[in-house]
C-alpha cells in the first residue's frame, strides 16, 4: 500500500495524494478509493491539486443552481 502512494506521488502530486486521502475518510475501503479517485483524475489529465479544487468548486456550484421549471397549466408562476 505503502509503495502504491508513493508511486501515485510521483505519478500526480503528493497535495492530490493527500486530498484523494481526505476524501476517503469515510469509505467503506479507503485505500481502493483513494485509488479509483487518483485514476480518475489522472486520466482527466489533473496535474495539480488547484485543478481538483476547481473541479470540486465548480460541481458544488452546480449543484446549488437549478433551473426552475414552473408548471403554467397548475397555475405556478401566475400571480
Same mark, same amino acid.
Given at each position: =500500500?505503502?509503495? $502504491?502512494?508513493?508511486?501515485?506521488?510521483?505519478? #500526480?502530486? *503528493?497535495? =492530490? &495524494?493527500? !486530498? @484523494?486521502?481526505?476524501?476517503?475518510? !469515510? @469509505?467503506? +475501503?479507503? /485505500?481502493? /478509493? &483513494?485509488?479509483?479517485?487518483?485514476?480518475?483524475?489522472?486520466?482527466? %489529465?489533473?496535474?495539480? #491539486?488547484?485543478? &481538483?479544487?476547481? +473541479?470540486? !468548486? +465548480?460541481? *458544488?456550484?452546480?449543484? #446549488? /443552481? +437549478?433551473?426552475? &421549471? #414552473?408548471?403554467? *397549466?397548475? $397555475?405556478? %408562476?401566475? $400571480?
Amino acid at each position: =500500500m505503502e509503495q $502504491g502512494l508513493l508511486d501515485w506521488c510521483s505519478a #500526480l502530486s *503528493e497535495d =492530490m &495524494v493527500t !486530498e @484523494a486521502m481526505k476524501r476517503s475518510s !469515510e @469509505a467503506d +475501503k479507503p /485505500y481502493a /478509493y &483513494v485509488q479509483k479517485v487518483l485514476s480518475i483524475w489522472q486520466a482527466e %489529465g489533473r496535474t495539480s #491539486l488547484r485543478e &481538483v479544487q476547481a +473541479k470540486k !468548486e +465548480k460541481t *458544488e456550484a452546480a449543484s #446549488l /443552481y +437549478k433551473p426552475l &421549471v #414552473l408548471d403554467i *397549466e397548475a $397555475g405556478e %408562476g401566475i $400571480g
